[in-house]
């Protein structure tokens, strides 16, 4: 038989969450601070529980998605007990592992975890679920989880999986800052984003492409380019500034790099290739 799912919070990420566990047949109970996100889902063969506590005892495998860690501290009490919590709730590190000392001290176990999808992806294998934790209660409950989205486990430190998120995240938000600066770029000059995006595409395409080999270097310590050096990124970079002044655009994100740049010329690396600049954010 299918173990049976509690969920805590129906947002729209947790009643994605649910739905996805109702359309595979689970015993899924639900509860929501405002009753009314419940409804639908009881219309879907979802169990309401009157009080948070009531649906944590309900089933073996608790799933929480509320908006920040605090309202999930003030929602677990002794009824954890013996239960596993499946914690996926935007957070940090540091939360991760003081929820999982609060989870230990309820005497359940505790799995944190990152969805790196959004509410209509819940359900099919694009979506990818990060997890850390109790690695026990994770391969227990695997297949269950699985039914989320494809389930990737970290390790036994339970701020691993929001690390990973947040590095994730952090990645994806310097890109957008980038791309978000260079529409504004060519709109200064009446070029529609539309115009410029596939040419934008190709380049970053092109350009994740020295992923693997900064990683490389990075872990090397091995930092000698024949493709293009940090002072030549250094020498260009004035010049983005300045025309995103004349073009009457924000800089943005832009001064922060050239002072990075300049610091690593400053301590001797101009010869480097870019992945010295990791080692740079290491030592601030
Ligand atoms: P929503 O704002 O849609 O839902 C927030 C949920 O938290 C609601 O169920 C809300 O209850 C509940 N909540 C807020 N404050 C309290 C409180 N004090 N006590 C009890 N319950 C409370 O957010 P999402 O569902 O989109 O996001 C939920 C989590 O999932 C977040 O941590 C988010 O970062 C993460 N996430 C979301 C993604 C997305 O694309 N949506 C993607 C990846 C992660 P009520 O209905 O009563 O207000």
Redesign the pocket.
Known sequence: TKTSVTVL??????GALAEALLRDGRTVTVW???RA?AEPLVAKGAVAAESAEAAVSASPLVIV????YA?AE??LGGAATGRTIVQ???GTPRQARAMADRAAGLGARYVDGG?M???PMIGQPEALILYSGDQEAFEEHRETLAVLGRPQFLGADPGLAPLFDLALLDAMYGMFAGIQHAFALVRSEKVAATDFEPMATAWLTAMLGSLPEQAHAVEAGDFATTVSSVATSQMAFPGLIETSRDQGVDPGYLPAVQALLDRAVKEGHGEDGLARLITLLESP
């Open positions: 919070g129906l947002g729209l990420m947790g929501n601070r405002s996100k998605c509320l908006s920040v309202n003030e929602i996926l709730t935007n969805i999808a959004v509410p």
